[in-house]
């Protein structure tokens, strides 16, 4: 969906002789890039909910490229158009980047514990799936029904941690359920 708003939105250049600002001056394409980028954002927030602009690049880069290598120039372009930057998560331990590649740290290279001040929804997430396979805890599915709730518990967990935590034991409660319903049902 991205791409085609881009698509459209700078098809305006071969359409119109000029593109112009408010103030009548001509429009750079970096600047329409960063209108269209802006609006695009706007549309996914509301569908993200409470992502932070770090999330978001990450969840785009993971759903793009998952954990394998990509190119560092298309992993910047992507983190621009977020408003981030490679540099940024590679200091937060979230990519790691090198020699023009770029990748997401693997879950086993994550560090043992973040800051509780973190606000990346994405390394928080990463941390607790971590720590739940090491602890031998059923993994779960954050439906929409939790979504909200999972990322208000992770978003507030060095403040209120109880929030994050009857959410994660509603939504594993839930996926159990499903999980039994599967293995009773007769094909």
């Excluded at 990450?58 to 954990?67: E, I, K, N």
């Amino acid at each position: 969906m991205a791409q085609s708003a881009i698509g459209q939105g700078m098809g305006v250049y071969s359409r119109f002789a000029k593109v112009l600002e408010a103030d009548g001056t001509a429009m750079s394409v970096r600047s329409a890039l960063q209108i269209i980028n802006h609006e695009l954002d706007l549309y996914f927030t509301e569908q993200d909910g409470e992502l932070d602009r770090d999330s978001r690049f990450c969840v785009d880069l993971y759903s793009q490229y998952a954990f394998n290598d990509m190119k560092f120039g298309e992993a910047d372009v992507l983190a621009r158009a977020k408003n981030t930057s490679v540099e940024k998560l590679v200091r937060r331990e979230i990519l790691y980047a090198e020699k023009g590649v770029v990748r997401f740290l693997e879950r086993s290279e994550l560090p043992e514990k973040v800051k509780n001040t973190e606000d990346c929804i994405w390394l928080l997430a990463q941390q607790l799936t971590k720590a739940m396979k090491s602890g031998g805890i059923v993994s779960f599915i954050i439906d929409e029904e939790h979504k909200l709730f999972y990322y208000r518990g992770l978003k507030d967990f060095s403040e209120t941690p109880g929030c994050l935590l009857d959410t994660c034991r509603s939504a594993q409660d839930a996926y159990e359920k499903m999980l039994v319903y599967f293995t009773e049902v007769k094909l």
